[in-house]
Nanobody, 120 residues
Framework: QVQLVESGGGLVQPGGSLRLSCAAS????????MGWYRQAPGKQRELVAR???????NYADPVKGRFTISRDNAKNTLYLQMNALKLEDTAVYYCHARRERNSILTDEYWGQGTQVTVSS
């Protein structure tokens, strides 16, 4: 069973930066895609950024130009660099990983979440 453990959340002022990390208990090379989702109070969980095993990256429109997703295969860790944070970025951020076979989802894993609060 794969475990994903997030870290790096916290309280930051508007305009500040944070870097989230997601450490996997096994090789992240086995995943077809990994990503970051977030869920604000009273809202649905939404995709923030995703990176595939082939290196393709996509971002949600609200974070484009401010957030950067990356991974270190040697450390089995996924990152999310968040710059120019806004009040509306406040949410619990979740790490996600998925495996596919013939483009069909076979396994997916979620981290426990890390709180990001942007407040003055």
């Amino acid at each position: 069973q794969v475990q994903l453990v997030e870290s790096g959340g916290g309280l930051v002022q508007p305009g500040g930066s944070l870097r989230l990390s997601c450490a996997a208990s096994g090789s992240i090379l086995s995943f077809n895609a990994m990503g970051w989702y977030r869920q604000a109070p009273g809202k649905q969980r939404e995709l923030v950024a995703r990176i595939t095993s082939g290196g393709s990256i996509n971002y949600a429109d609200p974070v484009k130009g401010r957030f950067t997703i990356s991974r270190d295969n040697a450390k089995n860790t996924l990152y999310l660099q968040m710059n120019a944070l806004k009040l509306e970025d406040t949410a619990v951020y979740y790490c996600h990983a998925r495996r596919e076979r013939n483009s069909i989802l076979t396994d997916e894993y979620w981290g426990q979440g890390t709180q990001v609060t942007v407040s003055s």
